[in-house]
């Protein structure tokens, strides 16, 4: 038996408490990693979040594992963590896989980087390279 997309999502959210844009900014501001899976070309023509961390989705897993050799250096099980994309479909996901790995306050950006952008939330030039 198969899951669709939308079905994916459905179940992904329903672990995680989601979070408004105004909310990730506060978050971000108490030291909670914004981490931002948009492909490059994303980021380029519409800008990033200061202070995000920009990881590939393809590695985002190795990255965000608290007990795994590719980690990031500061993530924990501990560690808060709102992962945003485009538009808020495949953080969710991307969320949920975090979840499973361990990290206990992670979620993701209701809306995505657009719906930070529309809030009037701060954004910078676009084109940071991912972390490796």
Not at 79 to 90: D, R, S
Request: glycine share 10%.
């Amino acid at each position: 038996m198969s899951t669709g997309a939308e079905e994916m999502v459905a179940l992904a959210r329903a672990q995680l408490d989601r979070v408004a844009p105004e909310q990730a900014a506060a978050l971000q501001t108490d030291g909670a990693l914004v981490v931002d899976i948009r492909p490059y070309a994303n980021r380029l023509a519409e800008g990033e979040i200061p202070g995000a961390v920009v990881v590939e989705r393809i590695v985002l897993e190795w990255r965000l594992d608290p007990n795994g050799d590719h980690r990031l250096p500061s993530i924990t099980t501990d560690t808060p963590v709102v992962i945003l994309c485009n538009e808020g479909y495949a953080s969710s996901l991307a969320a949920a896989d975090a979840r499973r790995l361990g990290l206990r306050h992670v979620t993701d950006l209701i809306g995505g980087f657009r719906a930070w952008k529309a809030a009037g939330l701060p954004v910078v030039p676009g084109g940071t390279q991912a972390v490796p």
